[in-house]
């Protein structure tokens, strides 16, 4: 492992990586699609580009043997934080819909989900 | 009397307003007189709440005529709080368009805290979009610029806060770190930043970015000041379940006592991996300066080495993008927020898709990518798996650490304030900017970033880390250096 | 898509199916799972959101202590192994009924694990196995609005209510249950029944399917017989009542026989069970399963629960419904097959609250088991919840025995009850039930029945004294039933100067 990390902007050099670790612009367009963003093409280009250089940089975590390493999802070591069954006041519906891109009969509106061929 | 008293610090100014000397309603006018003066030029503020804050300093006034106590040791005082806490009734954005114009209806319980305390929060501030970035440039609403010299950026992504408070347009701040964004903008505007212990202050209300590294901290010009806001913000509460349920240390008078100037018995541990090639050379002499500075006042210092350290900034990379790309979904064009595209034409998944290219910056969205592409089934167990491994690597490196040291030290960032647009192009060079913040962030341990001298005239900082829930030796530790520098930093900063 | 379905019988000859459950009850505590919001059903739309359970940027879950001891209970009374740790994690996808777009939940560390039920049905005993038991947050709820059917296809936009966002809802997932054979449809109705019971015998949900807080999936697959290898499984959901599972379940056999018999394949879908045709049909079409991109919940700690505390759980768990049915059947009298076919029914508790009430056990079993069941099976709903009372059926058959009221008569009593939720005696009396025997009373009604027929009173005086019952007949008809049917054919032949 390098005693020291790695130089400013010295992204893409990843010799000796466990795993492929690049990603190319169909995957980029499918995660895009998959977290309901729309990229345009050049966004596709550029951050195909920007992505494959930074994945190849993060993908150094797979250089560390962690096979028999616990992973560690909360960094403090609390556990069975609960609240009793009480009943709390709600927000008001008007402030709430007030805020909404669109609201009709109490409700929250949204476009239609569904193509109408489906 | 108005120049004078947005030079005083927190503490001065709350003794004056306790002692009736001065009233909280003159102090806020003066600090709104130099927003209207010099913001133009920082852009510290996304929003002005002068109402606001009239009204609240008038009611520390009230409590004092009729004779009640101050509602805290920071009743009266201004501060600027990082636009990604939620405040009732009052613009919150986050930095992004894509809630430009939502009002919350709800405070944060950061913002309940401050409000009860008597602090008047004069507005909210600049910030990198969803606290992603080290510059502030990722704000939808242009940045913030540096105190210190109006071309470089105030660090990020808390830089709207470190730009006010280093400008005077506030004694304190209040910013968020989930890799360095309290710390790195503190060390590049000269100022005094902390980073709780995970837990230790409540994240009710601070908008999510990776929930299991954000924490909410003080901005000040000293280090007591920082202390002080510190013991108003944080403690238990039951609103966040991931809050610590135990007393909050005697931080103020860690910093008190730090002041006295003693560090005999203390044990300082230099980190090897934070230094060397990437780092300037002023940063580093700097930091050594100080570290020798520490040891005068009979610190002992040794060099530890902690190997996992050099993982931190790729397994941060893949957990915060992580937890932000399922954070960040909520923002779909339905509740509240932008709606693009909605012509009646257009389905439901196409109007969120449109909403949500137009809302979040590039950052953001490069972000919510590769969080979703680290979380994919396949490729879990190598990249989020994987880092949270890395992780745990780190925190054993801590415990490790902490057996010959009981603080830990290092530049606070690589490098001194970076020119606004150096670095956007190249997200690697950017990510930089937080090497030395992140391993701290990972752990979950505190982190302050106190000034230790200059280069090339501009601020830099030491950061100063302890264990889990030891935030006072912190405050300890970075009060003493402050001490035998003899007056702040800040003083030396430019007018503007 | 072949369209003719071979007949029933016919599928299990040719055709293992393997069946498997997923339910998920809305449990019935006081406040959401996350948040304190009121978990009640039937509020004003939104009138019960808060930042948390609406997602608002900054809200925070913390979990109802009450849920996760209801989750434990479930969990013990299907003799499940409880989780010494466990986690919460984010399950991500979008969907306007989901406020953060992602719902919290459980994955690869559920609460509760590896347990079992015994399901009775048609002499068998068959023991389900129980997978996992989780907890969750249930969503809001979407109206499509502009189309023809309030379905989601064809509508032009829709609107959403979050009052049900963030109720706690518990996920229980059988083990694939191989074996049933033509019994399938029924043993999986059978496994409802015995949870929806079992349930409400914990007291930790009101599970009313018609009202939602008690959902079910039925998995259904077929293996060639002889095969090795499970068929392809099809899951179908909008499965609203008992009988909805047992149909669905049917007619998904027939449906993949027919696939399978013409050689294609059984395709792994999502289907929807329409109940007013009994069929199912294919859900959208999705290019590829969606992926959740599960991972550990950071905004929620560790469950971590006390194994002494889970032992007292167990401790302070009520009589299970197979043992109260058991006792019950003792306290009875019944048999093994009567108490079967109560159980089947769903009336053990109602026979047993009716002998309570003084009525003998046959006869209730009698009435419940026929009559009542008839009536609720024609309103279409179960029969605990016809609108009549055990007591009320009880007084019924006491009028019966006492000779107030003929089986006829006594029916019409509980029509009236059903119709107008009056007590039988105000019924009796309004109506006039009671069965008249009075000779005078009757006198007019025999006249004109004789009168009418004159055929058929030739027939009579000419000794075929058999044909009086279509005078009979015509008299229990003009007196509305009410008539005392011997007295009645007595008279007539008096009156016709026949003898028997």
Redesign the interface.
Known sequence: MPDNPPAVGAGGATAGVAGRSGITRDEVAHLARLARLAVSEQELDVFAGQLDVILGSVARVQEVAAADIPPTSHAVPLTNVMRPDEVRPCLAREAVLAAAPAAEDGRFRVPRILDEEA | MSDELTRRTAAEIAALVAAGKVSAVEVARAHLDRIAAVDARVHAFLHVDADGALAAAAVVDARRSAGEPPASPLAGVPLALKDVIVTEGVPTTCGSKILDGWLPPYDATVTARLKAAGVVVLGKTNMDEFAMGSSTENSAYGPSRNPWDLSRVPGGSSGGSAAAVAAYQAPLGIGTDTGGSIRQPAAVCGLVGHKPTYGGVSRYGLVAFSSSLDQAGPFGRTVLDAALLHEVIAGHDPADSTSIDAPVPPLAQAARAGAAGDLAGLRIGVVRELGGEGYQPGVEASVREAVATLEKVGAAVHEVSCPAFGYALPAYYLIAPSECSSNLARFDAVRYGLRVGDDGTRVLEEVMALTRAAGFGPEVKRRIILGTYALSSGYYDAYYGQAQKVRTLISRDFAAAWRSADVLVSPSTPTVAFGIGERVDDPMAMYAADLCTLPASLAGVPAISVPCGLSEGLPVGLQVMAPALADDRCYRVAAALEAAAGRPLIDEVPPL | MTTTLPPYEEVTTRYEPVIGLETHVELG???KMF????ATFGA????????VC???????????????EYTVLIGLALNCRIAE?C?FA?K?Y?Y?DM????QISQYDEPLCVEGWLDVETEGRTVRVGIERVHLEEDTGK???I?GSTGR???????????NRAGIPLVEIVTKPVPGTGALAPVVAKAYVTELRDLLRTLDVSDVRMEQGSLRCDVNVSLTPRGATEWGTRTETKNVNSLRSVERAVRFEMQRQAAVLDAGERVVQETRHFHENTGVTTAG?SKEEAT?Y????E????????DPDWVESLRGRLPELPAARRRRVAEELGASEFELQSMANAGVVDLVAATAAAGAPAAEARNWWLGYLTQKANEAGVEPAELAITPEQVARVIALVADGGLSTGLARQAVDGVLQTGDGVDAVVAARGLRRVSDVDALGAAVDQAIAAQPDVVAKIRGGKTAAVGALVGAVMKATRGQADATVVRTLILDRLGATE
């Open positions: 505590t006081a406040s948040c304190g919001c009121p004003e739309p939104n009138t019960q959101i808060c930042p609406l997602g608002l940027p900054g809200s925070l879950p913390v979990a109802n202590a009450k849920a996760i740790w986690r984010r991500n979008f306007p406020p953060k777009n992602f979407t109206s499509h502009g989601i296809h064809g509508a032009t936009y829709s609107l959403v209510d979050y959208r992926d991109r599960y991972f550990p950071p905004d929620l700690v560790p469950l971590a629960p």
